[in-house]
T-cell receptor
Framework: NAGVTQTPKFQVLKTGQSMTLQCAQDMNHEYMSWYRQDPGMGLRLIHYSVGAGITDQGEVPNGYNVSRSTTEDFPLRLLSAAPSQTSVYFC???????????FGQGTRLTVV | AQSVTQPDIHITVSEGASLELRCNYSYGATPYLFWYVQSPGQGLQLLLKYFSGDTLVQGIKGFEAEFKRSQSSFNLRKPSVHWSDAAEYFCAVASASGGSYIPTFGRGTSLIVHP
């Protein structure tokens, strides 16, 4: 099994550009989430989804959009990138009940 | 709201020495607690978790953690550290809000291992 797959691994954007970070999982997990990791800040939740068609905001949602049309995929969209969105982004999925989250390898995004 | 505090930003130990990484949480009900490890350039890997039952939990790579409700702590321990343990360690707590169990992470502790 591939687990949680994120693409791309690295990306450089210019301010104002848009892009979509892809996340796919093959474990039939209902719960998926996006985090950003910044030095000294740990992981902060951006958006999460408890199933197809259901999404909600996390701690730092501004500047990001998500949708969940299938169980497998949970893309994160940056509509107009800003330098403050320079970060490492992690996607995670979790099954039902009292289980841990499985993480992708991360996407390192730089906005110049 | 739930929160997690990892008081130590960096910890330096010699190879073969024992290790304890501290984690304190704030949450009203029984928490679900996790320790993750992140090697450079990698995602997070689960070391161990506590949901209920025995307060001393064993994890992978020789790690263990003890849940102490009276101290709101979930410290991670290893009796003898190996150079390959050098990494970033994150403590996390999850609440059952809406059944989503979305974890909140601490800021991490960077472990440096000297030969």
């Amino acid at each position: 099994n591939a687990g949680v797959t994120q693409t791309p691994k690295f990306q450089v954007l210019k301010t104002g550009q848009s892009m979509t970070l892809q996340c796919a999982q093959d474990m039939n997990h209902e719960y998926m989430s996006w985090y950003r990791q910044d030095p000294g800040m740990g992981l902060r939740l951006i958006h999460y989804s408890v199933g197809a068609g259901i999404t909600d905001q996390g701690e730092v949602p501004n500047g990001y959009n998500v949708s969940r049309s299938t169980t497998e995929d949970f893309p994160l969209r940056l509509l107009s990138a800003a330098p403050s969105q320079t970060s490492v982004y992690f996607c995670a999925s979790r099954g039902q009940g009292y289980t841990e989250a499985f993480f992708g390898q991360g996407t390192r995004l730089t906005v110049v | 709201a739930q929160s997690v505090t990892q008081p130590d930003i960096h910890i330096t130990v010699s190879e073969g020495a024992s290790l304890e990484l501290r984690c304190n949480y704030s949450y009203g009900a029984t928490p679900y607690l996790f320790w993750y490890v992140q090697s450079p350039g990698q995602g997070l890997q689960l070391l161990l978790k506590y949901f209920s039952g025995d307060t001393l939990v064993q994890g992978i790579k020789g790690f263990e953690a003890e849940f102490k409700r009276s101290q709101s702590s979930f410290n991670l321990r290893k009796p003898s550290v190996h150079w390959s343990d050098a990494a970033e360690y994150f403590c996390a707590v999850a609440s059952a809000s809406g059944g989503s169990y979305i974890p909140t992470f601490g800021r991490g502790t960077s472990l440096i291992v000297h030969p």
